[in-house]
């Protein structure tokens, strides 16, 4: 082939990069931050991890850990560097087993099967990651920064499989997938993913199943574009709705014209389409929140608190529902209001907090896009219903 057919292949990508973003291909790779909210969360830098053997370590020493017990990721702060260390026995070089490995940067790859990464202390709050990828551990801002360089249709898979449960139908796994890959699109690529529900959950290789790198394959570089504009639709999703769904100016505490579609009629089948109830302490609730909650004043045409009145430092103040929603979630738990539908009543010395569905309500419903599917609605079908003022198009 010709220095002209080069030129001519490379004026194709110049211009093709002009006229649309950049569409997902196999060959891509997106870096995730794992664990990223035990990294957030107040005790930054407290969390313990461990990683399991078999694996390789590529820097800054090469090394095949084949088996033994976990090594222990230790931070050291005066140094800011990250070291791993190794379980008493093994039959390591003297080197690593007194000093382990240390560097500002570590980096990881599977041997033979997926890494094991673990944080937390045991029990109910450790956390494991199965990993099949190069993975790095960096030392920044007094806290282990988990990175994994997943190829991009891995990740998509794991998150499809992350944010649905294995009874999911393929055609709502194919929708779910579509929206993935637009808010990939969407996003500002130069940051790393968090791994947590503040963006789109990952929980790991073993959650790309079978099913979900089927949806993958069969809609890979399928994009939801505007209709009037053409421009890529930024797209919220959620677990359930429980009937009625919301615009996005809840984020803001903003009343807005009602959503379209305004119902969702198909997400009964989720363990959290009937309403929650959750009795608590005012005391603990107040502490935990360093706030008494004090009524609702507003809500969206689908019954969301737009907005609420708090004391706070003795002073009345408003907040959004929104943030109100999310602070409950980060401080209490978010099994206790798993819906933005929600509603509390203070009595005596408890709480009674009542919710409705999971998750914040706006555009899609991930029971509800499984409800449609069981009723024989493919995926563009599925997407055409939550969003109908946007296409899907290859
Ligand atoms: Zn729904």
Request: charged share 20%; with cysteine.
């Amino acid at each position: 082939m010709g220095s002209h057919w080069h030129l001519l292949i490379l004026l194709l990508v110049v211009f093709s990069n002009f006229l649309s973003p950049p569409v997902l291909s196999l060959d891509a790779r997106v870096r995730v931050q794992l664990f990223a909210s035990a990294e957030n969360a107040a005790s930054k830098g407290s969390v313990a991890y461990t990683l399991s053997p078999p694996f390789r370590v590529v820097a800054p020493l090469p090394l095949s850990v084949l088996t033994g017990d976990d090594w222990r990721l230790v931070l050291d702060s005066a140094s800011r560097q990250v070291r791993l260390l190794p379980s008493a026995i093994g039959t390591l070089d003297d080197r690593v087993r007194q000093a382990g490995l240390s560097g500002a940067e570590l980096q990881l790859l599977p041997l033979g099967k997926p890494l094991s990464l673990h944080a937390g202390t045991g029990g109910a709050a450790k956390k494991t990651r199965l990993i099949n990828a190069r993975v790095f551990l960096r030392y920044a801002g007094g806290g282990l920064k988990v990175i994994a360089e997943l190829p991009t249709a891995d990740y998509v898979a794991g998150v499809v499989g992350s944010e649905s449960p294995p009874q999911f139908h393929l055609e709502a796994l194919k929708a779910q997938s579509v929206l993935v890959q637009n808010w990939l699109s969407c996003r500002d690529s130069r940051k790393d993913i968090a791994d947590d529900t503040s963006t789109m959950a990952y929980l790991g290789a073993d959650y790309a199943r079978t099913k979900c790198r089927e949806a993958v394959q069969a809609t890979l570089a399928t994009q939801l574009r505007e209709s009037a504009s053409r421009r890529l639709l930024k797209p919220y999703f959620h677990s359930t709705c429980a009937g009625r769904l919301s615009t996005s100016q809840l984020f803001q505490g903003k009343p807005g014209p009602s959503a379209r579609p305004a119902a969702c009629n198909t997400c009964q089948a989720s363990p959290f389409f009937l309403e929650h109830l959750e009795k608590l302490s005012a005391a603990e609730v107040e502490r935990k929140l360093s706030l008494e909650l004090l009524q609702v004043n507003e809500r969206d045409a689908a019954g969301r608190p737009l907005l609420v009145s708090v004391r706070q430092h003795g002073r009345v103040k408003k907040m959004s529902g929104y943030n109100l929603w999310l602070l409950i979630g980060q401080k209490l738990g978010w099994g206790v209001v798993p819906g933005l539908a929600f509603s509390f009543e203070k009595q005596g010395g408890t709480y009674l907090f009542r919710s409705r569905g999971a998750g914040h309500g706006i555009g899609y419903c991930q029971w509800g896009g499984h409800g449609l599917a069981e009723k024989g609605k493919n995926y563009v079908e599925i997407l055409r219903f939550y969003f109908p003022d946007a296409v899907p198009s290859k």
